[in-house]
């Protein structure tokens, strides 16, 4: 599998989304990642189902919605009809996870299981034969521009020996902190979904460097796997 990047409209300006979204588009962008946040779940408010709905229809690659909220089962079927592609929702909210998974399967959308820093793999056991993707938190969700957390490339690593083991082919996302600085060294751990916000929308050129992020990650396909 090649790399896919995921440009999060978390760090882009809200007051040109349409633009922000074309840039990364021209630079090479594969999905658009969309942070959906409650104020309960994490501390932040972000955007919603209108906004998704407006995005679907200047986006050209598919929408990856990130559900950050601590029901997201009564959103689902909304998020779906709005325009998502993927939904991923967070183990440490739903007491029936595959249930939920499920759900989001049967609307006919990738379904992701997303992970905290601090969520052991234990909580992806059950699951793995399951999903589509995997989303792993580089940093405690909430707000861009944070720092990359370092004990993330051994976790990305350690996801992808679980995911092996239960003979699943979904592919590793990563979310947080992800610069031209780190981008290899996560690929090379087995991550294959790079999302990324301020690396890409505080750039001076956007569409550069969405484009320079993905050749920096591809280098990372070719790069030792550390032990």
Known sequence: MSVLIAPSILSADFAALGEAIAAAERGGADVIHVDVMDGHFVPNISIGIPVVRSLRRVAHVPL?????????????EAFAEAGAAMISVHVEVLPHLHRTVQAIQALGLQAGVALNP????????????DVDHVLVMSV????????????SESK???????????GSRASIAIDGGIDHQNVARVVAA?????????AIFHAADPERATRDLKEAARAGLSAPVPR
Do not use: C, K, W
């Not at 601090?118 to 034969?129: C, D, H, K, M, V």
């Open 190 to 198: 087995g991550a294959r979904v790079i999302v990324a916000g301020s």
């Open 118 to 129: 601090a969520t052991p793999l234990a909580a992806l056991e059950q699951i793995a034969g």
């Open 64 to 76: 990856d919605v990130h559900l950050m909220i601590t029901d997201p089962d009564r959103y689902l």
């Open 140 to 151: 405690n969700p909430g707000f861009g521009g944070q720092t990359f957390i370092p004990r």
């Open 156 to 166: 990305v690593r350690e996801v992808r020996a679980l995911l092996d083991r239960a």
